[in-house]
C-alpha cells in the first residue's frame, strides 16, 4: 500500500512539474495570459494552469486504479473513484471555457450553476455517501437534493478567495491535506491516497504559482480543487469537518454577498508595490488581511506575498481548530 502511495503520488508530482513549464511557454504563443494586478510592471502571465495539474491528477488517479488492479488484486471503490473523476472532468471543462472566453465575459452565472448541478450526476448516479444526517435517514433527498447543491456549492465558493500569486493553490493544498489526514483516520484510506495525489499536483504547481508567478490557476483549477473537497466530504461521510474547514470561505461568501457579488478581491496597488483596501468596506477575507496588515507592521504597509501568509495562517488554525473539536469523530 506504501508502494502505491508513492508511485502515484510521484506520477502526478512530476507530470505537473514536468508539463507546466510546457504549458507557460505555449499559452503565450497563443496569448493566454492575463494581467498580474498587483504589479507595477503590467507583465502578462500564463493563464488556466490548471490545465497542468488536471492532467498530473487524473494520470496519477489512474496509475493508482492500475496498481491496485494488476498488483494488489484490489477493485473496491472502483466506482466511488470513476464516479470522482468523472466530476472532476466536468467541472474542469466548465473552468476551462471560463478561462479561455475570460472570466469576467465568461458563462453568465445562471448557465455555470446549472452545469455545476449537473457535474454532481456522477455521484448522484451511483448513490454516493450516506443519507442519513444528524442521525436521521433522509432517503432519496440526499443524492437528489445535497449532494448537488454540495457540489455546486462548493465548486462556485472556492473560487472566491482568489487573485493573489500562491493564493487559491496553497489553499487547496492546506484544506486538501487537512481532509486527507480525517479520511484516513476515519477508515477511507484508499479516498486519503486520492486527495494527496492531487496535493502533490499541487505542491509542484505552487512552485510556478507562488509569488512572484509565472502562472495563474484559472478557474479549472479552482472548480476542481473545490469540486474534489465536496466529493471528498460525500464519499468519507465526513461533511460535518468539511464544512468546519471551509468557514474562511463561508465568511468570504458573506463579504461578497455583502457586495451583491459584484465587488472584487483585488486590492489598490501603491507605486511602491504595497496594497491598499479598495473599499471603504470589507467584501473579502483578503481586504480584512491587508488592513490588519498595515495596523501590525511598523512601515504600516501590507504586500501581496503577507497577504497570502495571513490568510493560509488563518485556515491552519481553523483546520487544526477542526481536528480539536472533531477528535472524538475522527481519531
Known amino acids: 500500500m506504501e508502494l502505491m502511495l ?17 504549458w507557460i511557454r505555449r499559452a503565450r504563443e497563443v496569448n493566454l495570459t492575463g494581467k498580474d494586478v ?3 510592471s503590467g507583465e502578462q502571465v500564463t493563464e488556466a494552469g490548471g490545465v497542468c495539474v488536471l492532467f498530473g491528477f487524473v494520470l496519477g488517479i489512474l496509475s493508482y486504479v492500475a496498481l491496485r488492479t494488476f498488483y494488489f488484486q484490489d477493485m473496491n ?18 473552468g476551462l471555457i471560463d478561462d ?6 465568461g458563462l453568465n452565472r445562471k448557465t455555470r450553476i446549472f452545469f455545476l448541478v449537473f457535474a454532481s450526476v456522477p455521484l448522484v448516479v451511483t448513490n454516493a455517501g450516506e443519507s442519513a444526517i444528524f442521525g436521521m435517514n433522509i432517503g432519496l433527498i440526499y443524492p437528489l437534493i445535497f449532494i448537488p447543491i454540495g457540489v455546486a456549492g462548493a465548486t462556485s465558493v472556492f473560487n472566491f478567495v482568489a487573485g493573489y500569486n500562491g493564493l487559491e493553490t496553497s489553499q487547496g493544498i492546506l484544506i486538501l491535506s487537512g481532509l486527507s489526514v480525517v479520511a484516513w483516520f476515519t477508515g477511507n484510506s484508499w479516498l486519503s491516497f486520492i ?54 470561505y463561508i465568511i468570504e461568501t458573506g463579504l461578497k454577498v455583502r457586495g451583491n457579488l459584484k465587488k472584487e478581491s483585488f486590492a489598490e496597488l501603491n507605486s511602491d508595490g504595497s496594497l491598499e483596501v479598495p473599499y471603504k468596506k470589507f467584501y ?3 481586504h480584512i488581511a491587508v488592513y490588519v496588515l498595515k495596523k501590525i ?23 487544526i481548530l477542526g481536528l480539536f473539536l472533531f477528535r472524538g469523530t475522527i481519531f
Open 38 to 40: 498587483h504589479k507595477n
Open 195 to 248: 486527495t494527496l495525489i492531487m496535493v502533490s499536483c499541487l505542491v509542484a504547481f505552487f512552485i510556478f504559482n507562488k509569488y512572484p508567478a509565472r502562472i495563474f490557476p484559472g478557474d479549472i483549477l479552482t472548480y476542481s480543487v473545490g469540486a474534489l473537497i465536496a466529493i471528498i466530504a460525500i464519499l468519507g461521510n465526513i461533511e460535518k469537518i468539511a464544512v468546519f474547514f471551509f468557514i474562511p
Open 77 to 94: 471503490q472502483f466506482i466511488e473513484i470513476f464516479s470522482l473523476l468523472s466530476v472532476i472532468m466536468i467541472v474542469s471543462f466548465i
Open 284 to 286: 473579502g477575507l483578503e
Open 297 to 319: 507592521k511598523k512601515s504600516h504597509k501590507a504586500y501581496e506575498p503577507e497577504v497570502v501568509w495571513m490568510i493560509n495562517g488563518f485556515q491552519i488554525l481553523i483546520i
Open 100 to 105: 479561455i472566453l475570460g472570466w469576467k465575459i
Open 6 to 22: 508513492v508511485i502515484s503520488l510521484l506520477i502526478g508530482f512530476f507530470l505537473t512539474l514536468f508539463f507546466t513549464p510546457i
